[in-house]
T-cell receptor
Framework: GNSVTQMEGPVTLSEEAFLTINCTYTATGYPSLFWYVQYPGEGLQLLLKATKADDKGSNKGFEATYRKETTSFHLEKGSVQVSDSAVYFC?????????FGAGTRLTVKP | ETGVTQSPTHLIKTRGQQVTLRCSSQSGHNTVSWYQQALGQGPQFIFQYYREEENGRGNFPPRFSGLQFPNYSSELNVNALELDDSALYLCASIIAGYPLDTQYFGPGTRLTVL
């Protein structure tokens, strides 16, 4: 079945550091891929998405490219801020089925 | 602010009890999904309701059941609670036929089973 594996955390970075959170997937077809962010006490929010191979999703300085050849969708940001501290989830969907990774907690220190 | 609210915020129950969690969806969102998020894990799909009927179910036993009401509210009911049911329960609402990434999540109800 479909599944998502993402980099274990927690990840702690200094402000303005470069961020990479790895995500790989297993799917039988051609899923859409997503990154969600969860701030403390809030629901999941869609950060970015890509619906086909080689698509790049981007939002708020975050980027991820749908790589079919490596079945990956790594999240990157060139310069993180303290306000980026949150839990990040990689997810895929085919039809009505959405599968999430285990989440990676990011803490950014001033 | 997603327009999706859940109540209560936190809840403590004992093993064997029954619990009802509530979700109020965005107006016009006729489809609601419920997810279980265990500590340190990603959300797992429990089931989805569309027009007050179950419209898909994940790998959860029948003691997990739901209701959806015409006023865009819904309930998740869990009978015979087990310790492993301790988790954050999320609801998400969407307009039927729209892509899944347009669903809005509520902040969740944290259930602790002792």
């Amino acid at each position: 079945g479909n599944s998502v594996t993402q980099m274990e955390g927690p990840v702690t970075l200094s402000e303005e550091a470069f961020l990479t959170i790895n995500c790989t997937y297993t799917a039988t077809g051609y899923p859409s891929l997503f990154w969600y962010v969860q701030y403390p006490g809030e629901g999941l929010q869609l950060l970015l998405k890509a619906t086909k191979a080689d698509d790049k999703g981007s939002n708020k300085g975050f980027e991820a490219t749908y790589r079919k050849e490596t079945t990956s969708f790594h999240l990157e940001k060139g310069s993180v801020q303290v306000s980026d501290s949150a839990v990040y989830f990689c997810a895929l969907s085919e039809g009505n089925d959405m599968r999430f990774g285990a989440g990676t907690r990011l803490t950014v220190k001033p | 602010e997603t327009g999706v609210t859940q109540s209560p915020t936190h809840l403590i129950k004992t093993r064997g009890q029954q619990v009802t969690l509530r979700c109020s969806s965005q107006s016009g969102h006729n489809t609601v999904s419920w997810y279980q998020q265990a500590l340190g894990q990603g959300p797992q799909f429990i089931f989805q309701y569309y027009r007050e009927e179950e419209n898909g179910r994940g790998n959860f036993p029948p003691r997990f059941s739901g209701l959806q009401f015409p006023n865009y509210s819904s309930e998740l009911n869990v009978n015979a609670l087990e310790l492993d049911d301790s988790a954050l329960y999320l609801c998400a609402s969407i307009i039927a036929g729209y892509p899944l990434d347009t669903q809005y999540f509520g902040p969740g109800t944290r259930l602790t089973v002792l």
